[in-house]
């Protein structure tokens, strides 16, 4: 059980200039705080000079943002890790984004430091040219806002400076459950208020969001404030499955059911309102040992398992429409379509550009569900074909209404309008009359498996807090 540390204490210790010395690596694994009582506690001035080391160091990689202000004034840094030498993946596309925030409950430091070692992972791979950390950051960008409440953190309290619950104060059903200090109104306070604009203006496009906390040792998906299950439980069991069977035994739950009602909180506003796969992420309220420093890659290197599973197979965390053909008769056209990622999409249309690319026609919707292959026959009542124009998708990249809109090109290059007589062009696709435009685009499966592992004892400890 942790034991609150004085105010007194805590602001001395702010003061004194944390060791940071990078020198050799076994100091770089270190979780850059001290021991005290049960477990390790980093300031925040230690974590500012910390992030700040890293960016001065890895400038290839690492890039800071200050993205707002604590209610005292402490800065919010994120940490950005990418491969800034390369713009795009290597076929073209954007870089994967990822969102990883800690500490909105300043006593809970072993979540904060899984934040921590999010980032550290990374970049001291990437040093050491470690292959996957490498391929991750030419793939990716992972955003990781280390300490969201340094005020809470430094005088050791669940709480900011104001007394209100950070993971309460969300604009998602706010103070809507039976809850303590959510604040005066949401986002009433200064680091939430920072954190959402984050993500609006930064990371809108992430398909992964993780949250990290310290309680019992689970990860909770939404919802926090309703029992159901989320429009996306689809990718939510299959993420829960895999990790289950082939990484961690952490108990996988919807946040209501596994923990209890929570309304306000940054998982359920990071779902409902942005549309991102949210997890939060419980380590166990071990903290570490006393008297001990614990190499924190050991002490969470499960829970690392965890994240650089989500963080490889980002991809999949999404709807991926594939379409492998696409046929135009005079009354319908009929697509093949593949999806490659592991949620579903319910309001797909095909959409048909005139020669100016201005958009001519739009299918009715249409559902493709997770890694799932499909023939639909639409209506092409309205279409105006002139066999010069182009086509592409446009859907939701999940089920959830937040989710963001995608639209896709179908390889218009690709575009062959067949002759009579040309039929033997369209073997091997089976589909075709006398008049047919086939269409083929060239899937982007990336196929990426987690590393088998042992599977861990469940050390479920007593519920305790979110
Ligand atoms: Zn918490």
Request: proline share 3%.
């Amino acid at each position: 059980m942790r034991v609150a540390v004085g105010l007194v204490l805590c602001m001395l210790l702010a003061s004194i200039p944390i060791s940071s010395a990078q020198s050799d690596s076994k100091e770089e694994e270190a979780w850059p705080g001290d021991p005290i009582d049960s477990h390790v506690h980093m300031t925040w001035a230690a974590l500012t000079l910390e992030v700040n080391g890293w960016a001065d160091d890895y400038p290839e990689i690492v890039e800071l943002a200050d993205v707002g202000k604590s209610e005292l004034g402490r800065s919010l840094w994120v940490v950005r890790i990418s491969d800034w030498s390369i713009d795009n993946k290597s076929d073209g596309s954007a870089k994967e984004v990822v969102y990883i925030d800690g500490g909105h409950h300043g006593n809970e430091y072993l979540g904060t430091a899984l934040a921590w070692l999010s980032a550290k992972w990374y970049i001291n791979g990437w040093a050491e040219g470690n292959q996957e950390a490498i391929d991750v950051l030419q793939s990716t960008v992972l955003h990781i806002l280390i300490m969201l409440n340094p005020d809470g953190n430094d005088i050791d309290t669940r709480w900011n400076i104001n007394q209100v619950d950070l993971n309460r104060n969300y604009d998602h059903y706010w103070n809507t459950c039976p809850t303590t200090q959510p604040g005066s109104s949401a986002f009433s306070e200064s680091e939430t208020a920072a954190n959402a604009a984050y993500m609006n203006a930064e990371v809108a496009d992430a398909d992964l969001y993780v949250t990290m906390h310290t309680g019992v040792w689970i990860m909770l998906y939404p919802w926090g404030k309703w029992p159901e299950q989320p429009a996306d439980w689809e990718l939510y069991h299959q993420i829960r499955d895999d990790v289950n069977d082939n990484i961690s035994s952490i108990p996988i739950q919807n946040a209501n059911q596994g923990l209890y009602p929570n309304c306000g909180t940054s998982r359920d506003y990071g779902y409902g309102v942005m549309g991102y796969p949210t997890f939060t992420f419980e380590t166990d309220d071990e903290q570490f040992i006393p008297g001990s420093f614990e190499n924190l890659n050991d002490r969470l290197a499960e829970e690392m398992d965890v994240m650089r599973y989500l963080i490889n197979n980002v991809w999949y965390w999404r709807a991926r429409l594939d379409v492998q053909s696409l046929e135009v008769s005079d009354n319908e056209v009929t697509i093949d379509v593949a999806n490659h990622g592991q949620a579903s999409t319910s309001n797909a249309t095909l959409q048909y550009l005139d020669s100016s690319g201005q958009i001519t026609w739009t299918s009715s919707a249409f559902t493709v569900n997770a890694t799932n292959s499909t023939m639909i026959t639409l209506d092409t009542g309205g279409l105006d074909y002139g066999g010069d124009g182009s086509w592409q998708m446009y859907y939701q990249v999940r089920v959830i209404n937040a989710s963001r809109w995608v639209t896709e090109e179908i390889g218009i290059q690709a575009v062959t309008l067949i002759e009579e007589g040309d039929a033997s062009f369209l073997t091997g696709f089976g589909l075709f009359n006398s008049l047919t435009t086939i269409i083929s685009i060239i899937g982007l499966a990336v196929v990426m498996k987690p590393e088998d592992e042992d599977l861990a004892e469940n050390c479920l400890a007593e519920i305790q807090e979110n």
